[in-house]
């Protein structure tokens, strides 16, 4: 079970990091009228899945309604504008660098962590923030990447009420969906009728890739995955989105890695391992039992 965790969450956000390689394909496409289309093709895949594979709709408390619609507008929606909006002010570096302390603040969020998970943690997050090249920006760019740092947080700490009743396919396709029509008026806000268009045959497959391995195969792979590590070991991995970024740009030949970008990816891998040996050590966090599905 560890073992199948382990390679569901390294998978997932390594899915996650590639997402830096095809981002030139979109690029001219209207920002937020992409990710509103990424999203309503990742919610219909995720909602067939769910009927082929016989899911019925399950009758949800109150406290998980609030969780469900929380992740979709803290960790969907709020985290994708703030992302967006603290490149536009800076560039990437700042609020990659900030997004760095997720393994650090999920370690704190599930729980007492023992001190060899702290320590990976920390290892990680220094592998991350030299990984992703020291950002520094304005004081706006700044609070967008806090921002980013709450939405990305709540999308792992509001997922775990859910996945018991719901499972991880379950989870994916009704959060999904929920964000469609927030990106839309968060599109239409910012963008007008501009914010959407035919687009090109490469936008059309960096959407595609976007929609159906970085958010269906993706949110499925770490939802699978965060029950059976707990948010503390889960959290290691998210250290795993700047490698992955580096290693994409350095297969598609757009980047050539820096002796930053190899010793910051070696010590996230490091970092990871002291991780996983706390935990193997130090007695399992608490976690939930996931559906099957």
Do not use: H
């Amino acid at each position: 079970m560890m073992r199948n965790g382990i390679l569901g969450a390294a998978a997932a956000m390594f899915l996650v990091g590639t997402l830096a390689g095809v981002a030139g394909l979109i690029g001219a496409y209207p920002i937020y009228g992409g990710q509103a289309v990424r999203y309503l093709v990742a919610a219909v895949v995720l909602l067939v899945i769910t009927r082929v594979l016989g899911l019925r709709f399950v009758r949800m408390t109150g406290r998980e309604v609030l969780c469900l619609a929380g992740l979709a507008l803290l960790g969907l929606v709020f985290f994708n504008v703030c992302v967006i909006e603290s490149t536009r002010a800076s560039g990437p570096a700042l609020v990659g660098t900030v997004l760095g302390t997720v393994p650090l603040a999920l370690a704190l969020a599930g729980g007492r962590p023992a001190p060899r998970l702290l320590l990976g943690a920390a290892v990680v997050v220094t592998g991350a923030t030299l990984a992703t090249g020291l950002g520094s920006g304005t004081t706006e760019s700044l609070l967008w990447a806090l921002g980013a740092l709450v939405g990305e947080i709540s999308f792992s700490l509001l997922a775990i009420p859910l996945l018991p009743r719901l499972g991880a396919i379950r989870v994916s396709a009704y959060s999904t969906t929920l964000a469609v029509p927030m990106l839309a008026l968060v599109g239409w806000v910012s963008e007008g009728p501009a914010m959407l268009r035919t687009p090109t045959l490469p936008e059309a497959l960096g959407l595609g890739y976007l929609a159906i391995v970085v958010t269906v195969i993706a949110f499925f792979l770490w939802y699978r995955s965060l029950p059976k590590l707990g948010p503390g070991r889960a959290g290691l991995f998210a250290g795993l989105i700047p490698v992955a970024a580096i290693v994409t740009g350095a297969v598609l030949g757009v980047a050539t890695p820096s002796a930053y970008d190899l010793v910051g990816a070696g010590l996230v891998v490091t970092g990871i391992m002291v991780g996983l040996t706390a935990a193997r050590t130090g007695g399992p966090e608490p976690a939930v039992r996931p559906s099957e599905a």
